[in-house]
Protein backbone atom coordinates (compact mmCIF):
# COMPACT_ATOMS: atom_id res chain seq x y z
CA UNK A 1 0.00 0.00 0.00
CA UNK A 2 1.42 3.25 -0.90
CA UNK A 3 2.50 5.39 1.62
CA UNK A 4 0.10 8.53 0.94
CA UNK A 5 -2.72 5.73 1.56
CA UNK A 6 -1.44 4.79 4.63
CA UNK A 7 -1.16 8.51 5.66
CA UNK A 8 -4.35 9.44 4.61
CA UNK A 9 -5.92 6.41 6.64
CA UNK A 10 -3.87 7.26 9.70
CA UNK A 11 -5.26 10.68 9.52
CA UNK A 12 -9.08 9.65 8.93
CA UNK A 13 -11.24 9.99 11.82
CA UNK A 14 -13.68 6.90 11.12
CA UNK A 15 -13.53 4.62 8.02
CA UNK A 16 -15.96 2.35 6.28
CA UNK A 17 -14.92 -1.13 4.70
CA UNK A 18 -15.95 -2.78 1.84
CA UNK A 19 -15.65 -6.52 0.48
CA UNK A 20 -16.52 -8.40 -2.61
CA UNK A 21 -15.38 -10.96 -4.08
CA UNK A 22 -14.01 -11.48 -7.95
CA UNK A 23 -12.54 -15.03 -9.82
CA UNK A 24 -9.34 -14.17 -11.42
CA UNK A 25 -8.25 -15.23 -14.73
CA UNK A 26 -6.98 -18.40 -13.09
CA UNK A 27 -10.12 -19.19 -11.24
CA UNK A 28 -8.74 -18.05 -7.61
CA UNK A 29 -11.31 -16.39 -5.68
CA UNK A 30 -9.69 -12.73 -4.66
CA UNK A 31 -11.26 -10.93 -2.15
CA UNK A 32 -11.28 -6.96 -2.04
CA UNK A 33 -10.28 -4.96 0.49
CA UNK A 34 -11.36 -1.25 0.02
CA UNK A 35 -11.54 1.31 2.68
CA UNK A 36 -13.65 4.59 2.29
CA UNK A 37 -12.95 7.57 4.60
CA UNK A 38 -13.29 11.34 5.30
CA UNK A 39 -10.57 13.67 4.55
CA UNK A 40 -9.99 17.69 4.84
CA UNK A 41 -10.21 17.68 1.25
CA UNK A 42 -13.42 15.34 0.70
CA UNK A 43 -14.60 11.58 1.22
CA UNK A 44 -11.78 9.18 -0.26
CA UNK A 45 -12.30 5.70 -1.54
CA UNK A 46 -9.04 3.52 -1.82
CA UNK A 47 -8.44 -0.03 -2.92
CA UNK A 48 -5.87 -1.71 -0.52
CA UNK A 49 -5.30 -5.30 -1.65
CA UNK A 50 -6.39 -8.46 -2.81
CA UNK A 51 -6.14 -11.85 -1.10
CA UNK A 52 -6.57 -15.42 -2.14
CA UNK A 53 -9.90 -16.94 -0.53
CA UNK A 54 -10.29 -19.84 -2.43
CA UNK A 55 -10.03 -22.41 0.16
CA UNK A 56 -11.30 -19.49 3.20
CA UNK A 57 -14.98 -18.96 1.97
CA UNK A 58 -16.63 -19.16 5.41
CA UNK A 59 -18.06 -16.21 7.41
CA UNK A 60 -15.37 -17.25 10.34
CA UNK A 61 -12.43 -17.18 7.98
CA UNK A 62 -13.62 -13.91 6.29
CA UNK A 63 -14.34 -12.01 8.98
CA UNK A 64 -11.06 -13.40 10.60
CA UNK A 65 -9.19 -11.63 7.79
CA UNK A 66 -11.54 -8.58 7.64
CA UNK A 67 -10.77 -7.84 11.13
CA UNK A 68 -6.98 -8.71 10.94
CA UNK A 69 -6.81 -6.43 8.01
CA UNK A 70 -8.04 -3.38 10.49
CA UNK A 71 -5.90 -4.41 12.70
CA UNK A 72 -3.49 -3.92 10.80
CA UNK A 73 -3.83 -0.88 9.21
CA UNK A 74 -4.78 0.72 12.97
CA UNK A 75 -8.60 1.26 11.84
CA UNK A 76 -10.24 -1.13 14.82
CA UNK A 77 -11.83 1.96 16.64
CA UNK A 78 -12.59 3.67 13.55
CA UNK A 79 -14.80 1.38 12.12
CA UNK A 80 -18.41 3.12 11.46
CA UNK A 81 -20.11 0.82 9.02
CA UNK A 82 -18.90 -2.19 6.59
CA UNK A 83 -20.41 -2.99 3.24
CA UNK A 84 -20.33 -6.39 1.45
CA UNK A 85 -22.18 -7.76 -1.51
CA UNK A 86 -25.58 -9.29 0.38
CA UNK A 87 -24.67 -12.99 -0.37
CA UNK A 88 -25.49 -14.61 2.68
CA UNK A 89 -21.86 -16.04 3.69
CA UNK A 90 -21.08 -11.98 3.86
CA UNK A 91 -24.74 -10.13 5.02
CA UNK A 92 -26.54 -12.92 7.54
CA UNK A 93 -27.57 -10.81 9.95
CA UNK A 94 -27.01 -13.88 12.22
CA UNK A 95 -23.90 -16.11 11.35
CA UNK A 96 -22.60 -13.72 8.70
CA UNK A 97 -19.87 -11.48 8.02
CA UNK A 98 -21.17 -8.43 9.43
CA UNK A 99 -22.20 -10.32 12.08
CA UNK A 100 -18.53 -11.50 13.52
CA UNK A 101 -17.13 -7.90 12.93
CA UNK A 102 -20.07 -6.24 14.62
CA UNK A 103 -19.36 -8.68 18.05
CA UNK A 104 -15.92 -7.15 17.96
CA UNK A 105 -17.08 -3.41 16.44
CA UNK A 106 -20.47 -2.98 17.65
CA UNK A 107 -20.64 0.71 15.92
CA UNK A 108 -20.03 -1.18 12.67
CA UNK A 109 -23.43 -0.65 11.04
CA UNK A 110 -23.92 -2.91 7.90
CA UNK A 111 -24.92 -1.58 4.98
CA UNK A 112 -25.71 -2.97 1.92
CA UNK A 113 -26.36 -1.05 -1.55
CA UNK A 114 -30.05 -0.46 -2.36
CA UNK A 115 -29.67 -1.05 -6.24
CA UNK A 116 -27.99 -4.48 -6.00
CA UNK A 117 -30.27 -5.37 -3.11
CA UNK A 118 -33.21 -4.50 -5.57
CA UNK A 119 -31.37 -6.64 -7.89
CA UNK A 120 -31.21 -9.55 -5.19
CA UNK A 121 -34.86 -9.18 -4.68
CA UNK A 122 -35.92 -9.56 -8.59
CA UNK A 123 -33.59 -12.62 -8.86
CA UNK A 124 -34.06 -14.19 -5.27
CA UNK A 125 -38.10 -13.66 -6.00
CA UNK A 126 -38.18 -15.86 -9.29
CA UNK A 127 -35.50 -18.14 -9.51
CA UNK A 128 -37.14 -19.81 -6.28
CA UNK A 129 -40.38 -20.86 -8.86
CA UNK A 130 -39.35 -23.62 -11.34
CA UNK A 131 -41.41 -22.12 -14.10
CA UNK A 132 -39.65 -18.39 -13.75
CA UNK A 133 -36.58 -20.07 -14.07
CA UNK A 134 -37.19 -21.94 -16.94
CA UNK A 135 -39.05 -18.71 -18.75
CA UNK A 136 -35.61 -16.93 -17.94
CA UNK A 137 -33.37 -19.09 -19.56
CA UNK A 138 -35.49 -19.16 -22.71
CA UNK A 139 -34.51 -15.93 -22.93
CA UNK A 140 -31.32 -15.62 -22.05
CA UNK A 141 -30.66 -17.97 -24.99
CA UNK A 142 -33.27 -15.98 -27.23
CA UNK A 143 -30.14 -13.17 -26.87
CA UNK A 144 -27.74 -15.20 -27.11
CA UNK A 145 -29.03 -16.42 -30.22
CA UNK A 146 -28.20 -13.70 -32.29
CA UNK A 147 -25.13 -12.26 -30.01
CA UNK A 148 -23.67 -15.59 -31.51
CA UNK A 149 -23.46 -14.68 -35.16
CA UNK A 150 -22.91 -11.71 -37.28
CA UNK A 151 -25.64 -13.16 -39.99
CA UNK A 152 -28.69 -12.93 -37.48
CA UNK A 153 -27.59 -9.89 -35.59
CA UNK A 154 -27.92 -8.12 -39.77
CA UNK A 155 -31.55 -9.98 -39.60
CA UNK A 156 -32.77 -9.29 -36.26
CA UNK A 157 -31.61 -5.46 -37.46
CA UNK A 158 -33.16 -5.39 -40.59
CA UNK A 159 -36.72 -7.23 -39.21
CA UNK A 160 -37.02 -5.96 -35.60
CA UNK A 161 -34.73 -2.53 -35.67
CA UNK A 162 -33.84 -3.05 -32.17
CA UNK A 163 -31.33 -5.28 -30.62
CA UNK A 164 -31.71 -7.48 -27.79
CA UNK A 165 -29.70 -6.96 -24.19
CA UNK A 166 -27.77 -9.90 -23.09
CA UNK A 167 -28.79 -10.91 -19.53
CA UNK A 168 -26.26 -10.38 -16.48
CA UNK A 169 -26.86 -12.35 -13.82
CA UNK A 170 -26.50 -9.75 -11.14
CA UNK A 171 -27.97 -7.11 -12.77
CA UNK A 172 -31.45 -7.25 -13.18
CA UNK A 173 -32.17 -4.44 -15.00
CA UNK A 174 -30.51 -6.02 -17.94
CA UNK A 175 -33.24 -8.76 -17.55
CA UNK A 176 -35.86 -5.85 -17.55
CA UNK A 177 -34.25 -4.13 -20.77
CA UNK A 178 -35.01 -7.96 -22.57
CA UNK A 179 -37.96 -8.57 -20.89
CA UNK A 180 -39.73 -4.53 -22.35
CA UNK A 181 -37.64 -5.13 -25.77
CA UNK A 182 -39.15 -8.99 -26.29
CA UNK A 183 -42.52 -8.04 -25.16
CA UNK A 184 -42.36 -5.04 -27.35
CA UNK A 185 -40.59 -6.64 -30.50
CA UNK A 186 -42.71 -10.23 -29.84
CA UNK A 187 -44.40 -10.19 -33.39
CA UNK A 188 -41.27 -8.96 -35.56
CA UNK A 189 -39.19 -11.64 -33.33
CA UNK A 190 -41.88 -14.10 -34.74
CA UNK A 191 -41.95 -12.55 -38.47
CA UNK A 192 -37.97 -13.17 -37.86
CA UNK A 193 -38.08 -16.97 -36.59
CA UNK A 194 -40.62 -17.58 -39.07
CA UNK A 195 -37.71 -15.90 -41.96
CA UNK A 196 -35.57 -18.68 -40.53
CA UNK A 197 -37.38 -21.43 -40.66
CA UNK A 198 -38.51 -20.73 -44.12
CA UNK A 199 -35.58 -20.27 -45.66
CA UNK A 200 -33.57 -23.11 -43.93
CA UNK A 201 -31.33 -23.40 -46.67
CA UNK A 202 -29.88 -20.35 -45.74
CA UNK A 203 -28.94 -21.22 -42.37
CA UNK A 204 -27.11 -24.25 -40.55
CA UNK A 205 -29.12 -26.60 -38.71
CA UNK A 206 -28.42 -25.38 -34.87
CA UNK A 207 -29.75 -22.19 -36.34
CA UNK A 208 -32.97 -23.59 -37.79
CA UNK A 209 -33.48 -25.72 -34.10
CA UNK A 210 -33.83 -22.95 -31.87
CA UNK A 211 -35.39 -20.75 -34.14
CA UNK A 212 -38.29 -23.60 -34.48
CA UNK A 213 -38.07 -23.15 -30.75
CA UNK A 214 -38.38 -20.07 -29.99
CA UNK A 215 -40.82 -19.60 -33.08
CA UNK A 216 -42.77 -22.16 -30.34
CA UNK A 217 -42.38 -20.22 -27.38
CA UNK A 218 -43.04 -16.74 -28.74
CA UNK A 219 -46.69 -18.77 -29.63
CA UNK A 220 -46.98 -21.12 -25.88
CA UNK A 221 -49.41 -19.47 -23.57
CA UNK A 222 -47.05 -19.94 -20.70
CA UNK A 223 -44.48 -18.52 -21.95
CA UNK A 224 -46.40 -15.01 -22.83
CA UNK A 225 -48.12 -15.19 -19.99
CA UNK A 226 -44.51 -14.25 -18.07
CA UNK A 227 -43.26 -11.90 -20.68
CA UNK A 228 -46.63 -9.81 -19.82
CA UNK A 229 -46.37 -10.11 -16.02
CA UNK A 230 -42.87 -9.42 -15.97
CA UNK A 231 -42.84 -6.64 -18.03
CA UNK A 232 -45.37 -4.72 -15.51
CA UNK A 233 -43.51 -6.08 -13.03
CA UNK A 234 -40.25 -4.06 -14.20
CA UNK A 235 -41.74 -1.00 -15.37
CA UNK A 236 -42.00 -0.75 -11.71
CA UNK A 237 -38.95 -1.91 -10.87
CA UNK A 238 -37.27 0.55 -13.07
CA UNK A 239 -38.55 3.24 -11.74
CA UNK A 240 -37.43 2.22 -8.05
CA UNK A 241 -33.65 1.14 -9.44
CA UNK A 242 -33.09 4.98 -11.44
CA UNK A 243 -33.84 5.85 -7.70
CA UNK A 244 -31.61 4.05 -5.71
CA UNK A 245 -28.70 4.43 -8.36
CA UNK A 246 -28.90 8.54 -8.17
CA UNK A 247 -26.46 9.36 -4.86
CA UNK A 248 -28.52 12.95 -4.80
CA UNK A 249 -31.25 11.37 -2.71
CA UNK A 250 -31.44 10.91 0.69
CA UNK A 251 -31.80 7.68 2.70
CA UNK A 252 -35.54 8.38 3.97
CA UNK A 253 -36.61 9.21 0.14
CA UNK A 254 -35.39 5.84 -0.89
CA UNK A 255 -37.36 4.01 1.67
CA UNK A 256 -40.07 5.70 0.91
CA UNK A 257 -39.73 4.90 -3.10
CA UNK A 258 -38.97 0.96 -1.70
CA UNK A 259 -42.22 1.29 0.35
CA UNK A 260 -44.53 2.84 -2.59
CA UNK A 261 -42.99 -0.38 -4.76
CA UNK A 262 -43.90 -2.71 -2.10
CA UNK A 263 -47.77 -1.00 -2.59
CA UNK A 264 -47.26 -1.10 -6.84
CA UNK A 265 -46.36 -5.02 -6.26
CA UNK A 266 -49.50 -5.80 -4.54
CA UNK A 267 -51.16 -4.10 -6.76
CA UNK A 268 -50.22 -6.36 -9.54
CA UNK A 269 -52.43 -9.28 -7.98
CA UNK A 270 -55.74 -6.94 -9.19
CA UNK A 271 -53.88 -7.44 -12.62
CA UNK A 272 -53.86 -11.19 -13.07
CA UNK A 273 -57.43 -11.58 -15.09
CA UNK A 274 -56.21 -8.87 -17.50
CA UNK A 275 -53.19 -10.67 -18.30
CA UNK A 276 -54.65 -13.88 -18.47
CA UNK A 277 -57.36 -13.01 -20.50
CA UNK A 278 -54.96 -11.18 -22.78
CA UNK A 279 -52.63 -13.83 -23.63
CA UNK A 280 -55.66 -16.41 -23.75
CA UNK A 281 -56.79 -13.81 -26.95
CA UNK A 282 -53.08 -14.02 -28.27
CA UNK A 283 -52.27 -18.04 -27.84
CA UNK A 284 -55.28 -19.04 -26.91
CA UNK A 285 -55.59 -21.50 -24.01
CA UNK A 286 -52.80 -23.37 -22.14
CA UNK A 287 -51.77 -26.56 -24.15
CA UNK A 288 -49.85 -29.93 -22.99
CA UNK A 289 -49.89 -30.45 -19.22
CA UNK A 290 -51.06 -26.91 -18.27
CA UNK A 291 -54.19 -28.07 -20.13
CA UNK A 292 -55.55 -29.97 -17.29
CA UNK A 293 -57.69 -28.97 -14.70
CA UNK A 294 -58.13 -25.39 -13.85
CA UNK A 295 -55.47 -23.53 -15.98
CA UNK A 296 -56.42 -20.00 -14.64
CA UNK A 297 -56.64 -21.20 -10.98
CA UNK A 298 -52.86 -22.18 -11.93
CA UNK A 299 -51.41 -19.66 -13.09
CA UNK A 300 -53.56 -17.65 -10.65
CA UNK A 301 -51.48 -19.18 -7.83
CA UNK A 302 -47.85 -18.20 -9.80
CA UNK A 303 -48.57 -14.63 -10.64
CA UNK A 304 -49.47 -14.48 -6.86
CA UNK A 305 -46.51 -16.88 -6.14
CA UNK A 306 -44.39 -14.05 -7.89
CA UNK A 307 -45.47 -11.15 -6.63
CA UNK A 308 -45.07 -12.58 -2.78
CA UNK A 309 -41.51 -13.75 -3.44
CA UNK A 310 -40.52 -10.17 -4.77
CA UNK A 311 -42.47 -8.72 -1.09
CA UNK A 312 -40.67 -11.18 1.24
CA UNK A 313 -37.21 -10.53 -0.50
CA UNK A 314 -38.30 -6.28 -0.40
CA UNK A 315 -38.78 -6.89 3.60
CA UNK A 316 -36.04 -9.33 4.49
CA UNK A 317 -33.31 -7.20 2.45
CA UNK A 318 -34.70 -3.39 3.00
CA UNK A 319 -35.53 -4.10 6.78
CA UNK A 320 -32.87 -3.21 8.36
CA UNK A 321 -32.16 0.22 6.38
CA UNK A 322 -35.10 1.96 8.53
CA UNK A 323 -32.08 1.60 11.10
CA UNK A 324 -29.89 4.40 9.15
CA UNK A 325 -32.97 6.81 8.90
CA UNK A 326 -31.27 8.50 11.70
CA UNK A 327 -28.61 9.44 8.99
CA UNK A 328 -30.82 12.21 7.68
CA UNK A 329 -30.06 14.02 11.08
CA UNK A 330 -26.08 14.82 9.50
CA UNK A 331 -27.98 16.58 6.18
CA UNK A 332 -26.54 20.13 6.60
CA UNK A 333 -29.20 21.64 3.94
CA UNK A 334 -31.91 20.10 6.91
CA UNK A 335 -30.46 22.02 10.39
CA UNK A 336 -32.50 25.10 10.20
CA UNK A 337 -35.58 23.21 9.86
CA UNK A 338 -34.73 21.05 12.91
CA UNK A 339 -34.17 23.84 15.24
CA UNK A 340 -38.22 24.13 14.86
CA UNK A 341 -38.92 20.57 14.40
CA UNK A 342 -36.68 18.03 15.34
CA UNK A 343 -37.39 14.66 13.76
CA UNK A 344 -36.61 12.40 16.83
CA UNK A 345 -38.37 9.39 14.81
CA UNK A 346 -34.96 9.24 12.93
CA UNK A 347 -32.71 8.87 15.59
CA UNK A 348 -33.29 4.44 15.77
CA UNK A 349 -31.62 2.38 18.14
CA UNK A 350 -28.38 2.55 16.93
CA UNK A 351 -28.31 5.87 15.67
CA UNK A 352 -26.72 7.48 19.22
CA UNK A 353 -24.09 4.86 18.53
CA UNK A 354 -22.73 6.17 15.81
CA UNK A 355 -23.43 9.79 16.40
CA UNK A 356 -21.62 9.41 19.75
CA UNK A 357 -18.65 7.83 17.64
CA UNK A 358 -18.58 10.73 14.70
CA UNK A 359 -18.45 12.99 18.19
CA UNK A 360 -15.60 11.35 19.97
CA UNK A 361 -13.46 11.40 16.56
CA UNK A 362 -14.26 15.38 16.61
CA UNK A 363 -16.16 15.16 13.38
CA UNK A 364 -19.37 16.54 14.91
Same mark, same amino acid.
Given at each position: ?????????????????????????????????????????????????????????????????????????????????????????????????????????????????????????????????????????????????????????????????????????????????????????????????????????????????????? $? !?? #????? %??? &?? +?? /?? =?? @????????????????????????????????????????????????????????????????????????????????????????????? $? !?? #????? %??? &?? +?? /?? =?? @???????????????????
Amino acid at each position: MGETIKEEISKAPFVALMLDETTDVSNAAQLSFVLRFATESGVKERFVKFEDVTGKKRAEDVAAMALDFLEEHGCMGKLVAQCYDGAAVMASGLNGVQAKVKENIPQALFIHCYAHALNLVLSQGVVKIKECRIFFSHLSGLAAFFSRSPKRTQLLDEICQKRLPRVAPTRWNFASRLVCTVFEKKDALKDLFDYIVEHHEEFDDAAILSADGY $L !SN #LGNFE %FRF &FL +ST /FN =EI @FAHADVLFDILQNKSFDMQFCLTRVEEFCICIEGQRDRFDQIYDETVQDTGLPTGRRAHGDSRSHYKKLHNGILENILNQVQNRFKDHKKLSF $L !SL #LDPQQ %FTS &FN +SN /FP =ET @FVSTEGPVVIDTLRHCNYL
